[in-house]
């Protein structure tokens, strides 16, 4: 939808005077460093276009009035009791981020809002970051302005604010990536970010004649939150081995490699030996990718996508089958030189590295084959990277 478009919908929603804002904030596509960031390692995302945006009328009252356009509920929220929406199936994300920031010391503006999302529902694009960012952004904004405080808002506090809501509102247990790419995106750059410090830089994606197409297993996700949370635990399990040899380690991306491979016999239990395994080297390659990409070796670069896909199916094990299917038919594609799982896992969505003149062969090619072997389509996004969230004039 356009602005113009929101803001009619918005009227007829909620009727016609005062101001109407309008805030963004995009999802993001991971390039490389999956399942790093709660492990204090790199990432290596970009933001996208899509995303989700909302139209905001401050109101007198205490109650916030929420509907998307593509939902037919209008949800209310009293202010003075935002612990209470958790069971709301949706609305609760933003429900959370009030209260994350309540609890933070911002107040809370009654508004109605109308939000339109472009990105898939639970596709692994970070819709929810995406919600939760725009959100913090619009309501921080408000704030900010009430108290008659002058500098723009902190993004990366909202980033934050958004991580908190999954950990203590959603039951989530994420790290800061997705939020972090929503809230610092920029236009044709990926974010270089290490997650225990949160030092980043953005590098510019010059693509030198491929394309990043996007494809969604559109598989209906159960349980990723819990087997999320339980790579976590097995990352924490071989963590606690490995400081015997190596104390002062306060993650597993304060082991290198080879330093794993001296002391991998030490931790037992084998499937915990992969997790860490995968970590450990996933970091290494995101710090070659960026090398790869900074001299414009896009052929390294693509290896190292598929090495990374390979650890995440193989040792992480969070693919399935609809996912490897669709790396599977990619990687036999003229044109495709790199093709991996981004996100959590667990279905969602690959990542896949084309020569711009491949990409309806591709399309085609792989969106046939994977019909045939799962069942039901999948969908194809050649998405542009995009800024991070911010208000729109
Ligand atoms: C999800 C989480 C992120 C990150 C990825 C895997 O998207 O929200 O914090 O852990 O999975 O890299």
């Known amino acids: 939808m356009t602005i113009q478009e929101l803001k009619q919908e918005f009227v007829s929603c909620y009727g016609e005077g005062g101001e109407i804002r309008i805030f963004w904030s995009p999802g993001r596509v991971n390039l490389i460093g999956e399942h790093t960031d709660y492990n204090g390692g790199y990432v290596f995302p970009a933001a996208l276009s899509m995303g989700s945006m909302i139209a905001l ?21 009293d202010t003075h009791r935002l612990e209470d929406y958790r ?3 949706w609305g609760n994300y933003q429900a959370g981020v009030m209260n994350e920031l309540q609890k933070a010391g911002y107040e809370i503006c009654a508004c109605d809002m109308l939000f339109d999302d472009t990105l898939p529902h639970g596709g692994g694009l970070s819709s929810s970051a995406a919600i939760e960012v725009v959100t913090a952004l619009a309501f921080a904004t408000l704030s900010n302005e009430k108290k008659g405080i002058k500098e723009p808002v902190d ?7 958004g991580q908190k809501t999954e950990h203590n509102y959603i039951g989530v247990n994420c790290g800061i990536m997705d939020q972090f790419a929503s809230a610092m995106g920029k236009k044709d750059s990926a974010i270089f970010l290490k997650c225990d410090t949160m030092e980043y830089r953005h590098v510019g994606l010059d693509m030198e004649g491929y394309t ?22 097995e990352c924490e399990a071989g963590l606690a081995t ?16 080879k330093e794993f491979l001296l002391h991998a016999d030490s931790i037992q239990d084998e499937t915990v030996r992969k997790r860490v395994k995968h970590v450990i080297s996933e970091n290494e390659r995101v710090l070659n990718s960026v090398k790869a990409l900074s ?3 896009m052929i390294s670069f693509g290896q190292l996508m598929n090495a990374s896909g390979d650890s995440l199916r193989y040792d992480y094990e969070v693919t399935g089958d609809e996912l490897d299917a669709l790396v599977e038919e990619a990687r036999k594609v003229d044109g495709v030189i790199g093709s991996r799982m981004t996100g959590a896992g667990f279905g969602g969505c690959t990542v896949s590295l ?16 994977y019909e ?4 039901y389509p999948a969908s194809f996004y050649v998405s542009q990277i995009g800024d991070g969230g911010h208000e729109m004039v």
């Open 87 to 89: 069971d709301l199936s």
């Open 155 to 161: 993004m990366i506090e909202m980033a934050l604010i």
């Open 212 to 233: 990043l197409i996007i494809s969604n297993t559109n598989k209906k996700r159960s349980l990723a939150s819990s087997k999320y949370n339980e790579r976590r635990a």
């Open 295 to 297: 001299s414009g070796d």
């Open 57 to 77: 009328r401050p109101r007198t009252d205490h109650i916030v009035r929420m509907k998307a356009t593509d939902l037919p509920d209008l949800v209310e929220v």
């Open 372 to 375: 045939k072997k799962i069942g």
């Open 354 to 369: 084309v020569k711009a003149e491949a990409v309806e062969a591709f399309i085609a090619k792989v969106g046939e084959a």
């Open 242 to 257: 490995l400081k015997t040899f190596f104390p002062e380690a306060s993650s597993l991306s304060d082991i290198s490699y």
